[in-house]
């Protein structure tokens, strides 16, 4: 029976698949003359609920959409929180830098999120930090002393955004779920790379990246850092050892060519979900489509405003779903 | 024990009833959360997911065929009830293949509708090649059928 469990919501996901913007929509938007006539397109396809929405909230709208439906499909949103814990932990950070700061700051938080924002911020600005959950109250309270004793945000982030990490693997691990665990995995994967580069173009020590990197099944972390101690060359070299060797040649080119390279993977992941019809898994894919979709869109729609060359957004420009 | 044969025989009747009925109504009740998830979108495709949805039911008439059969030739519904127990052992093998064959196919049918329902909620015009997934697993529940038919109406014919 519990097989059948999602058999409504996913017959109702494949419906919606239609309505998701294909490779020739992205086109019909790469050919449009200016800004307000991206935005008038993405209006007429059914985006945003007014038609007179900016593009941050035309985005924002979208996403708040998703959510709906899910919330719709399936009894406890609970099993999607996977992908809510980031922003979580991004109002965790908003928080410890808004009671440090000790001026109030509008629109800094995420509405979606398994908790609510204000019981994030109460926590800490009470320095009750037992209100959070489980996952977060020991990073928290590490990443608040760093911030106020040193004033080190950037440590405070690697704190947090360490513990976000871990807690999504873990999190994903917990559920079961095939497309979840591979999920965590390949944003782990991608957070490691990143640090590493970043790390060793920084000149970063042996601590910072113990500190800053999280385990995971198909990365060694150690010969990753060892890598990222020596040179760039070594990180690739490492990586071409790898199942990400792909990812050598964008990582080469640029970040935000590895960005993308990372997105598109989750793509590529997801694809065979499209004809799967009985598993949670097709609606996860729909989420993680949505996002795909709203960041290119968000790409392209920033391109056209500060009227950067067509191929400058379109080697940006994401794998679509569908 | 003198009424055993009769006894044997009906439980026949019932189990190929039962049995086929419960994977019509598992196949026909999956199918049909999906179809109403497609037309709570697309409420213009309800008659093609609703024809898909349908599919799963025949087992149930081919269990309810079988019992009737098997009633009318055991004289339950009529005639001459006195059989043997060699006879109404017969009955209820005769009943099994449909019963058994029923139950599965009719749950797997619903499964393979419910893909086939997908298929419609993004290509409407491949109907066709939707429909013959689901019917493929309909030849399985027919042959039963045969079988159980033809083992019903000729044991009648038996000097046991």
Not at chain 1, 163 to 175: C, D, M, S, V
Not at chain 2, 90 to 96: G, K, N, V
Request: hydrophobic letters at 45%; charged letters at 20%; aromatic letters at 8%.
């Amino acid at each position: 029976m519990a097989d059948d469990q999602f058999v409504y919501a996913v017959a109702r996901i494949r419906a919606k698949e239609l309505t998701l913007l294909d490779n020739a929509f992205f086109d019909q938007l790469m050919a449009a003359k200016s800004y307000k006539e991206c935005l008038q397109l993405l209006s007429d396809k059914g985006w945003g609920r007014t038609g007179e929405e900016s593009a941050e909230e035309l985005l924002s709208v979208e996403r708040e959409k998703t959510w709906d439906l899910m919330g719709e499909l399936v009894s406890d949103l609970s099993i999607f929180n996977t992908f809510l814990y980031d922003n979580d932990f991004h109002n965790l950070k908003a928080a410890i830098k808004q009671v440090y700061v000790g001026e109030e700051v509008p629109n800094i938080y995420i509405s979606r999120g398994t908790i609510q924002p204000e019981i994030i911020y109460n926590g800490v600005k009470q320095h009750d930090f037992s209100l959070l959950p489980e996952h977060m109250k020991a990073c928290a309270e590490e990443a608040y002393q760093v911030q106020l004793h040193t004033g080190d945000s950037q440590l405070c982030d690697v704190i947090i955004d360490r513990a976000t990490l871990e807690t999504i693997y873990a999190k994903a691990k917990e559920t079961g779920n095939e497309l979840l665990i591979k999920y965590a995995e390949l944003k782990v994967v991608a957070a490691d790379i990143m640090i590493a580069i970043r790390g060793n173009r920084t000149g970063k020590g042996k601590e910072f990246f113990a500190r800053a990197m999280v385990d995971c099944a198909s990365l060694d972390k150690n010969r990753l850092i060892e890598a990222a101690l020596t040179d760039e060359e070594a990180i690739y070299d490492y990586l071409s050892t790898t199942i990400y060797a792909d990812a050598v040649l964008s990582m080469k080119e640029s970040s935000a060519a590895f960005e993308k390279w990372c997105d598109n993977l989750i793509i590529k992941n997801i694809k065979p979900l499209k004809y799967d019809s009985f598993s949670m898994s097709p609606l996860a894919a729909f989420i993680l489509a949505r996002e795909n979709e709203i960041k290119s869109v968000r790409i392209l729609l920033s391109g056209k405003l500060n009227n950067l060359p067509d191929e400058f957004i379109r080697e940006r420009l994401r794998e679509m779903y569908v | 024990m003198d009424n055993l044969g009769i006894v044997l025989a009906a439980l026949g009747a019932a189990f190929a009833a039962l049995m086929a009925g419960m994977g019509s109504s598992n196949g026909v009740g999956t199918a049909g959360m999906a179809a109403a998830g497609v037309t709570t979108e697309d409420p213009s495709k309800f008659a093609k997911v609703l024809i898909l949805q349908a599919l799963p039911g025949t087992q149930g008439i081919y269990g309810l065929l079988i019992a009737f059969i098997t009633l009318s030739q055991i004289g339950i519904l009529g005639g001459d009830s006195n059989i043997s127990v060699a006879k109404g052992c017969l009955y209820l093998a005769a009943c099994l293949p449909m019963g058994l064959v029923g139950y599965f196919s009719g749950k797997h049918q619903g499964r393979a509708s419910v893909a086939s329902i997908g298929i419609v909620a993004k290509r409407p015009e491949q109907f066709g090649k939707a429909m013959v997934f689901p019917a493929m697993v309909e030849t399985y529940a027919i042959l039963a059928l045969l079988v159980s038919i033809l083992m019903i109406t000729s044991i009648g014919g038996l000097n046991i």
